[in-house]
């Protein structure tokens, strides 16, 4: 069993010496329990001596606030983690859904990071994201959207992220992702270095191994399931090193 340890909002796995870290966010409410929802690919990443920091979090309507505050727990933590272990370059950056626009709007425009991988990005507007309020919301006479907006988030993406090595992955039946949205605006940047990687799974491929592993056993993981997450993590893997 991986040693879970939480600190504040920040979930870690430590290995005895690692080589790497990797900064983790979620997609919408997995993410508040990153250490379940997501226990595969994360204790695979551990599992080849790279330390892993998972913020948990219950989104918000807020996205901008929620991006500074997941940076700043961060860097708190990966302060305390080099000096317990020491210093090994800076961190790599993972996203899931939600979690990729969160580090995409990072107050550092991605420049403390080596690289980011974006799992499955999502930017749907509020009342696609939560429908029922889009039902509620005229009733009640007010308007509600993430803030930044999905447009203005794309906007900022091409205009204020300056990290240049992304790594966009699309798993082939995901009807949620809007890789494509992302990919577009990263490439209208004078200075770009992002790549594209699409896999076999749905939305749920990077998340859902983990809950079946944590609520039915071992013997409830789907072996195709498996060798996605096992594949994912030697993309990562080979991303943070040199």
Same mark, same amino acid.
Not at 63 to 82: C, G, N, T, V
Not at 150 to 173: D, K, M
Not at 226 to 232: D, H, K, M, N
């Given at each position: ?103 995409? #709007?990072?107050? =550092? ?5 080596? !690289?980011?991988?974006?799992? *499955? %990005?999502?930017?749907?507007? /509020? $009342? ?70 699409? #896999?076999?799974? =749905? ?5 859902? !191994?983990?809950?079946?592993? *944590? %609520?039915?056993?071992?013997? /409830? $993981? ?21």
């Amino acid at each position: 069993m991986a040693n879970w340890r939480q600190l504040g909002s920040i979930w870690q796995l430590r290995p005895a010496e690692p080589t790497g870290l990797i900064e983790f966010i979620g997609g919408s409410y997995l993410a508040a329990t990153p250490q379940i929802s997501y226990r595969r690919l994360l204790e695979e990443l551990a599992t080849d001596g790279l330390a892993v920091h998972a913020w948990a979090y219950v989104p918000g309507f807020d996205h901008q606030r929620q991006a500074r505050d997941a940076w700043s727990a961060f860097r708190s933590a990966r302060r305390q983690l080099e000096e317990r272990c020491g210093t090994f370059g800076a961190p790599l950056r993972l996203g899931h859904s939600l979690g990729c626009k969160l580090h995409l #709007l990072a107050p =550092d425009g991605g420049r403390g990071s080596r !690289a980011l991988v974006a799992l *499955s %990005f999502n930017n749907f507007n /509020a $009342d696609r994201s939560i429908p029922l309020l889009g039902e509620l919301a005229p009733r009640l006479g007010v308007e509600t959207e993430f803030s930044p907006s999905p447009a203005e988030t794309l906007r900022l993406i091409s205009r204020h992220y300056q990290q240049e090595r992304n790594l966009v992955v699309r798993f082939g039946r995901d009807e949620l992702d809007q890789s494509g949205d992302l990919i577009q605006a990263l490439r209208e940047r004078a200075s770009d270095a992002s790549s594209t990687l699409e #896999l076999p799974g =749905d939305h749920l491929t990077p998340a859902s !191994a983990g809950l079946r592993r *944590s %609520f039915l056993g071992d013997w /409830a $993981d789907d072996p195709r399931r498996v060798a996605v997450i096992r594949q994912l993590s030697r993309t990562i893997g080979q991303a943070i090193r040199p």
